[in-house]
């Protein structure tokens, strides 16, 4: 059963614009993690946000704020005044006995 | 942050040959890596997880006898693609977590490696 979805797999955004991607997840575990992690054309995975399922408060960090919904599990990314260098694939993931990895969300920013 | 490297970046090789590809904790020690296979536009998929001086677990399907895996140190694992063929052409990426990382089961991420096989 598919643990990680990302139900958008391209999205567009004006520059300097706000954009949501969107995770949902599905566990059983009442412990568990959110990341989302970027990566651009060169491959390598940057992380950027993480959220645990016991944190009280939304994370944030920086220009990406992680909206977390418990009860609905969702773990939508919020990406404020998008830049160009935005432009990307992003990924949401969960931890449990393996990292289970969404599909991915393709990000362009538009100038 | 915990940094993790892999080498080569890049290889070609010609079919019938065997790559290796080297994935370094830099600055922390590794209990556990991981090896993804990436095909473009698509998702991580996990290929096997190694434990320090253990044998690999591999994921189904993943054919144990052509990508060998050995994770000989706490800072060193290897995967070695045996025999390379066209379709073993990939974007390899491995990640690492440690014991002091056992908070958030996060994984560090190395910068990959793509693999053509001509």
């Known amino acids: 059963a598919q643990k990680i979805t990302q139900t958008q797999p391209g999205m567009f955004v004006q520059e300097k614009e706000a954009v949501t991607l969107d995770c949902t997840y599905d566990?059983?575990?009442?412990?568990?993690?959110l990341f989302w992690y970027k990566q651009p054309s060169s491959g390598e995975m940057i992380f950027l946000i993480y959220?645990?399922?016991?944190?009280?408060q939304n994370a944030t960090e920086g220009r990406y704020s992680l909206n977390f919904q418990k009860a609905r599990k969702s773990a939508n990314l919020v990406i404020s005044a998008s830049q160009l260098g935005d432009s990307a694939m992003y990924f949401c993931a969960m931890t449990g006995n393996q990292f289970y990895f969404g599909t991915g969300t393709s990000l362009t920013v538009i100038p | 942050g915990a940094v993790v490297s892999q080498h080569p970046s890049w290889v070609i090789c010609k079919s019938g040959t065997s790559v290796k590809i080297e994935c370094r904790s830099l600055d922390f020690q590794a209990t556990t890596m991981f090896w993804y296979r990436q095909f473009p536009k698509k998702s991580l998929m996990l290929m096997a997880t190694?434990?320090?001086?253990?044998?690999?677990?591999?994921e189904q399907g993943v054919e144990k006898d052509k990508f060998l895996i050995n994770h000989a140190s706490l800072t060193l694992s290897t995967l070695t693609v045996t025999s390379a063929h066209p379709e073993d052409s990939s974007f390899y990426i491995c990640?690492?977590?440690?014991?002091?990382?056992?908070?958030?089961?996060?994984?560090?991420f190395g910068p990959g490696t793509r693999l053509t096989v001509l």
């Open positions: 566990t059983s575990d009442p412990s568990y993690g």
């Open positions: 190694s434990n320090e001086g253990s044998k690999a677990t591999y």
């Open positions: 990640s690492a977590s440690g014991p002091g990382l056992a908070l958030r089961h996060e994984q560090f």
């Open positions: 959220q645990g399922s016991y944190d009280q």
